[in-house]
């Protein structure tokens, strides 16, 4: 999407149930769209790090490497 889209998008979309990131699509293409709990399983993210972001609501941002 362009800026301008973005800018448009609550106009044109005023209510949205999920948006992803830029570049993600060929991911959620391989594998479907996943949960929080699901791509935390997936990457393996455990212990504090799992529970601080499972206990945030709303959108989260955090940079994972491809698991094996």
């Known amino acids: 999407m362009?800026?301008?889209e973005?800018?448009?998008l609550p106009e044109d979309c005023p209510t949205l149930h999920h948006?992803?990131?830029r570049g993600s699509r060929p991911c959620i293409r391989r594998h479907g769209?996943?949960?929080t709990a699901a791509l935390l399983d997936r990457y393996g993210v455990a212990g504090?790090?799992?529970a601080s972001i499972e206990?945030?609501?709303g959108a989260i941002?955090?940079?994972a490497r491809t698991p094996p």
């Open 2 to 4: 362009t800026g301008a």
């Open 6 to 8: 973005i800018k448009e």
């Open 19 to 21: 948006m992803v990131e």
């Open 33 to 35: 769209r996943l949960n």
């Open 48 to 50: 504090a790090d799992r």
């Open 55 to 57: 206990a945030r609501r």
């Open 61 to 63: 941002r955090f940079h």
